[in-house]
DNA sequence: CACGGACGCGAACATGTGTTCTCTGACTCA
DNA sequence: TGAGTCAGAGAACACATGTTCGCGTCCGTG
């Protein structure tokens, strides 16, 4: 997770003071407005006193692998990390409350189409291709175990089949109540053992659980 | 948080059949490279005879409200529903580790110009506006009672001074450690209580506590 | 029909913007 | 010391690109 972002497959070149506050100009830029900067934004955003040393720099972080530019194209200058590391946000429903003796509500399509729901941003490559994850809200510190505090958010994806050592949510029958566990297979009957490694596992007979998801991630806001 | 996204709020015009082609086009534009088309990429990828009616149709698109031009700038052309969507991620800094026993890694000028560094996205929205946040990663279960796990990632932002309640990262001098707590001043000591309400909080003088950053967020992944 | 407005066309125009050329200074290496 | 390279300054150049203007078409109205 959270690849590094080096140089290409190119030579590792290192960077100059001002190529580095080049590429930082651009950044902060992409971010302010939708569009890359010309090269006399740059000149002047980094106090250069030519546009000749700045596109003699750029060459430099082209040369680098960093950015890319297409020439003879106003503002077509790339930056390659971010291209390459999955397009930034992906928005997923945020369907609900997930609170101890409640089943976990189930996403519809309702939840994808429309706008009416709230919607979270996850960094992309939190999501490693769950294009059909969803989000929940937790209630209440029944989750602590996993370490999962009222106010989280947890990130779900669908699925019926997990495999030993995954974090999954799962509703039990006799205790009616969804819990956040890691899960494993043992004869029939399965283990669910808490994040918290202080705390013990508890034993169920198969037929008992319900899985509802696996977790992908989790996020809290201070 | 994670405000949803609906609709514009400006009157709501009829876009004609050209204007339409033309948004598509636009969107179709800013999935593949990362810079908005020129007029003229516009002309020749909507099949349209003249440039100036390219604009003629940008203005309506421009007066509708679906999109935000900067006059006299190349290629400045911002599609607004996507601005209003909290603008992405915001890429940070991860400084390193942080343990038990170990001081807070401080984030240098060279973190953030260098691409020497992994780095962290962050939806833009979970940062409110701390554009100097940093990313670490924990090691070890020693911060378990703030519900953070080996592995996890925590988003600070540099801060010395803190108001009560707030979730801090702290250096105990006599302690020897890095750890994350809710500080509380009382008098002259403060009561740092994990966020974990089933574990006591520690009292320490004050002059032992040196606050190192403020937590914003944390993320962890499956 | 005359008229005006919405829409479109093509070309010229003005400026934004990438590129290139020459000249300098600092540094390395033989 | 002199050739060579790197990094930069400043100016000019050439093309990319936004803008404007005159003209034509279609349509609904008086």
Redesign the pocket.
């Known amino acids: 997770m959270f690849a590094s972002v080096r140089g290409e497959g190119a030579g590792v070149v290192e960077l100059?003071e001002?190529q580095r506050r080049i590429l930082q100009f651009i950044r902060n830029w992409a971010e302010e407005h939708d569009f890359p900067p010309?090269?006399?934004?740059i000149q002047q955003g980094c106090q250069?006193?030519?546009?000749?040393?700045v596109?003699?720099?750029l060459r430099?972080l082209e040369r680098a692998g960093v950015i890319r530019?297409h020439?003879?194209?106003?503002?077509a200058i790339e930056l390659c990390d971010r291209a390459a590391r999955g397009r930034g946000v992906i928005s997923v429903p945020l369907v609900g409350a997930i609170a101890a003796g409640e089943p976990l509500p189930v996403p519809t399509a309702e939840h994808w189409s429309s706008d009416e729901i709230d919607r979270v941003e996850v960094p992309a490559n939190m999501l490693r291709g769950a294009h059909d994850a969803f989000a929940v809200r937790v209630r209440g510190s029944s989750m602590i175990d996993a370490l999962i505090d009222d106010g989280d958010i947890v990130i779900l994806q669908p699925a019926t089949d997990v495999s030993d050592g995954d974090m999954v949510a799962v509703w039990l029958r006799t205790r009616q109540e969804t819990t956040l566990k890691h899960i494993y297979h043992e004869g029939n009957r399965v283990r669910l053992q808490p994040a918290n490694s202080t705390m013990q596992p508890i034993y169920v007979p198969a037929h008992e659980v319900e899985v509802q998801g696996r977790v992908v991630a989790a996020l809290r806001q201070a």
Do not use: K
Request: net charge positive.
């Open positions: 100059s001002r010309s090269i006399r934004d250069v006193s030519s546009t000749s040393v596109d003699y720099n430099g530019r020439r003879e194209v106003s503002r």
